[in-house]
């Protein structure tokens, strides 16, 4: 039964009888003549949707980004007549023109069974053919009355004329009866995928599971069901092994009891248009892309908190691409190292990539009460860079993973081209090495799928390497770490580009917020910076490591930065242009389990004022 396309034939025709035209006969040979899937193939998707995604993520504007006022008036004479032709011009008018096309010479006898067989119901039931008809009446239905408005308001745009208030309220009417129309089209998709995914595993099928004393960890959480988008996964495909998935056709919108952030494109909250995007912000729009917080509830009975990691289903992040800096929190409190791995990311296709990553010590303490709200956002820059979650879970006290690889390689020191000894490497914080005398490291047993090795070490810039890790095998990264320039001009440069700069050349006396002489090259790089732009103010951050008390390390911190602003204050910069603030070891970026770890979390940071 082809209930899908009969559903388009018919809600065409109303089109292009409200059109007061015939679509032209379609050339046999000709690309619009031909018939698209009528199912997603096995690797979820097809040649024309694979075509329009690498389309889309290289850059090519989608309908809604190419449509203006300038286009439109080519396309409709003031006080004219919409017709077909003129839809073709239209936010996704060139798909419905086509897909009338396509259209014109189907039949449908609902009295006639496809050859293969009944078609299946729920639970693999043969359907009731009339309920399959009541469905596919009020389906119909529904898209008249959508394409009764985009006519409406074509109409409308051709009798404004030539008055300039008129013509732009009847082009949002336009375009907002054309998105309604796709998103009825997009949403009737996403149902037809969900109804072919009952073959996943039980555990995969489920939007929210908790379970204690699971083979993974004491306890797993999982939000969202492991899906794939929707798209569904291959046969045989696991995307714990750490393969990569077939890329995906987009848009696409979530199935109805997806969990809030998950199967769903989101766009940074700090894109306002008129920069580079990518497919999923051309092809989406506020308010429905807005980033959405992954809300994990879990009753934690019997269990002793030790460890946490999380594993998150990520897609199409493209920082090193779309020049976004992501940001993550875990209830209000920011996870700088989880956005070093964010932001090293530069997936394409669109695919998806597991990601796991173990939370610092100082952390833990968020998954007590139960409850875990994350949230992962870019807010402060115009970055056109879209992402989804397919599935996070949540895995407290982790018992070892089935799936893992080894990650090997080396430290570099750029400058002085030769290997760099006593640097950190990580692999999202599960397994960590010091590199040896000749720069060597070897990272083993680390969860296989998209690692992000990161290498740390102060008085140098930090370079984190993205490298897909299949289970059993070994990848080799390279990491180069280049010294920090002393320099004004580099600092403020930094400033730019993120927001905010570690600072490791101020030292104090132990166990005191007394200056050393040795900071003076740093702390007159930092006035050199507020100098060179009068308007900029600043916030300077103290942080320290875990040893000693929280209450202590607090107070230390605070003193610290207020040092240093003291310093400035007195070589002449006004007290109004700074603030301090102490952090103490609320916000590590290594873990203090180490003297490595330890010397990075102490530190000074310097970030513009908001």
């Known amino acids: 039964m082809r209930r899908p396309r009969l559903v388009a034939a018919l809600a065409l025709s109303v089109l292009i009888a409200a059109c007061g035209g015939e679509p032209p006969p379609a050339d046999p040979s000709s690309d619009a003549a031909a018939v698209a899937p009528e199912s997603d193939t096995s690797d979820g998707v097809g040649e024309t949707a694979a075509t329009a995604a690498a389309e889309s993520d290289s850059g090519t504007p989608g309908d809604l980004e190419a449509f203006d006022d300038g286009a439109e008036a080519a396309g409709l ?19 419905l ?16 069974a496809p050859a293969e067989g009944p078609v299946p119901g729920v639970d693999g039931k043969p ?29 409308e745009l051709a009798a404004a004329g030539s008055d300039p208030e008129k013509r732009a309220a009847a082009m949002e009417k336009v375009k907002a009866s054309q998105r309604a129309m796709r998103d009825q089209q997009l949403q009737a998709e ?73 199967d769903r494109i989101m766009v940074v909250s700090g894109h306002t248009g008129g920069v580079r ?32 990691a999380l594993q998150l289903f990520v897609d199409d992040f493209q920082s090193k691409t779309m020049k976004s800096q992501f940001r993550a929190w875990i209830d209000g409190r ?34 007590r009460d139960g409850r875990v709200e994350i949230r992962i956002d870019d807010p402060d820059n115009n970055a056109g860079d879209g992402f989804a979650f397919d599935f996070v879970r949540l895995l407290v006290n982790p018992k070892g993973y089935a799936y893992t690889g080894t990650v090997r390689g080396i430290a570099v020191d750029t400058k002085a081209g030769r290997p760099l000894a006593g640097v950190l490497v990580s692999a999202g914080n599960v397994v960590q090495a010091l590199s040896d005398d000749k720069g060597g490291f070897v990272l083993e047993k680390v969860p296989a799928g998209l690692v992000v090795t990161t290498g740390s070490k102060p008085d140098y810039s930090s370079d984190s390497e993205a490298a897909d890790l299949v289970s059993g095998e070994t990848v080799d990264v390279v990491l180069e770490l280049t010294p920090t320039e002393k320099d004004s001009e580099s600092l403020a440069e ?56 929280d209450g202590y390390n607090q107070e230390l911190s605070e ?36 003297a490595a770890g330890r010397a990075l979390n102490r530190r000074v940071e310097v970030r513009v004022a908001d």
Do not use: C
């Open 77 to 95: 004479k003031d006080g004219g007549t919409a017709s077909l032709d003129d839809l073709q011009d239209l936010p996704f008018g060139a798909a």
């Open 97 to 112: 023109a086509e897909a009338a096309r396509r259209a014109e010479g189907e039949t449908f006898d609902p009295s006639t």
């Open 127 to 155: 359907a009731d053919a009339a309920a399959q008809m009541a469905d596919a009446t009020a389906r119909l239905e529904q898209q008249k009355a959508q394409m009764a408005a985009v006519m409406a308001a074509m109409q």
């Open 190 to 262: 996403s149902d037809r995928r969900a109804d072919a995914l009952e073959g996943l595993p039980e555990d995969w099928k489920q939007i929210r599971l908790v379970r204690k004393d699971a083979p993974e960890a004491d306890l797993l959480v999982q939000l969202g069901d492991i899906d794939n988008m929707g798209f569904g996964w291959p046969n045989g495909f696991d995307p714990f092994t750490g393969k990569s998935t077939p890329a995906h056709r987009f848009p696409y919108l979530p199935e109805s009891d997806d969990p809030a952030g998950t």
């Open 277 to 308: 995007a990518d497919g999923y912000t051309q092809q989406t729009s506020r308010p429905s892309n807005q980033p959405t917080p992954l809300v994990l509830e879990f009753d934690l009975h019997g269990v002793e908190v030790k460890t946490v």
């Open 334 to 367: 920011e996870l700088s190292d989880v956005a070093v791995v964010l932001n090293a990311l530069d997936q394409t296709g669109p695919i998806g990539k597991l990601l796991t990553l173990q939370l610092l010590p100082e952390y833990v303490d968020t998954v």
């Open 494 to 549: 930094e400033l730019e580009r993120v927001g905010k700069v570690d600072l490791y050349g101020i030292y104090f006396d132990t166990a005191k917020a007394t200056l050393k002489p040795e900071s003076e090259t740093t702390l007159q790089q930092v006035l050199g910076v507020l100098t060179a732009d009068p308007g900029l103010k600043l916030v300077i951050a103290g942080h320290t490591d875990s040893e000693g008390g």
């Open 559 to 594: 003193q610290r930065a207020a040092s240093v602003v003291a310093w400035l204050t007195g070589k002449g910069v006004d007290a109004g242009r700074l603030s301090s603030e102490g952090l103490g070891e609320s916000r590590p970026v290594a873990d203090n389990g180490n």
